[in-house]
C-alpha cells in the first residue's frame, strides 16, 4: 500500500439491482476517488443475509453488484474491490467490537427500527447487530474517509463511538473514521412519494429508477414523477419537494447549478421538465449499461478479478485483527 495516500473505504448490499439513490448518492462519486486514496469497496452480502435470502438468486445478484462496479468505472486494478463474506477477518472483529457496543446505542439504530417494522416476522439478531459489523468492516481497514449516502450517517457515527471507544481503553488501534457526502444526490427521493427516500425495496416499480432500466423506461418514470401542481421550476425542498428532488437528479447528472436549472426551464412547463430529465439520466446509464452487458459475459474476468482483491483485502485487514486480538488479550501461539 502507498505510504502517503489516506484510505478510503465504502460498499453496497448485495440484494437485487442499484437504484439512481446508490449511484448518485455513492457509486459514482467513488470513481474517482483513487486519485486522491487508497479504496477500498465491498459486496456486502454478509449485511444481506439480515433478510432472508433465495440462495441461486443471492450468489447471481452479488456477482451482478461486483459487474455493476466495475461497469459504474471502478476499476479493479486500481480499487481493491472484493467480497466481504470472503474475508473472514470481517466476521471475527464484529464479534470483538459486537462486546464492546451497547444495547441501548443499537436500539436507537433508525435503520434497526424501520427494518424491524418492515420485516416483522423476522427480527433477527444480525439485524439489531447490523451497525457493528459495518463498523467491523470499515475498522479493519483503518479507513479515513467513508463515502456514503445521508442514511448512513447514523451508522458512521457509531462506527466513530465504538472505535473512540475501543482507543480509550488500548491506546490507539483504529483509525476514527470521517463520513464524506457527495455535494448533489446524498439523498435522492422517491419519484411516487418524494418524502420518503428512493429504496430498492420500493414496492411500487415507479418509485425507483434502477440502474438497468432501458431508456424507454427510465423516460416513462420520470414523466409520472409526482409533483405540485403549480408550474414553476424552482428549488424549495419543503414546499416543492418533488420537482426539487427532480432537479437534484438533474443537477447531479449534469453538473448544473439550481440557478441555472432554474433559469433553462423558466417559463416552460413540468412536461419539459421531466423529459429533460428522463433523456439526461439515460444518457448517463447508457454506457455504464452497456459495458455491464459485456461484463455479465465475460464471467472468469470478473471472477478473477473478485480472487485478486479478495487476498489483497485478507493481507490488509488481517494486520488490524491480528493487533486487536493482542490488544484484547487473545492467546496467540
Ligand atoms: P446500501 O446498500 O443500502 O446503500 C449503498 C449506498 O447507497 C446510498 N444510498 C443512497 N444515496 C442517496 N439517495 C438514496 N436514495 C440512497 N439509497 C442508498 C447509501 O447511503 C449507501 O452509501 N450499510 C450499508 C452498506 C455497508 C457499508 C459498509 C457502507 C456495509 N458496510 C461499510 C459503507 C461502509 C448499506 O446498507 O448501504
Known sequence: MSEEKKILYSGMQATGSLTLGNYLGALKNWVKMHEEYECFYGVMDLHSLTVRQEPAKFRQNARKLYALYVAAGLDPEVNCVYFQSHVS???ELAWILDCFTYMGELSRMTQFKDKSQKHADNVNAGLFT???LMAADILLYQ???VPVGVDQKQHLEITRDIAERFNKIYGDV???PEPYFGENGAKVMSLADPTKKMSKSDENVNATILLTDDRDTVIRKFK???TDSDAEVRFAPEEKPGISNLMEIYG??????HEEIESEFAGKGYGDF?????EAVADELAPLQERYEKLLADKSYIDDCIRRNDDKARYVSNKTLRKVKKKVGLLEV
Open 89 to 91: 477477518a470481517h466476521a
Open 130 to 132: 447490523y451497525p457493528v
Open 143 to 145: 479507513a479515513h474517509v
Open 174 to 176: 483504529f483509525t476514527v
Open 224 to 226: 409520472r414523477a409526482v
Open 252 to 257: 447531479s447528472v449534469t453538473g448544473k447549478s
Open 274 to 278: 421531466k423529459l429533460a430529465v428522463g
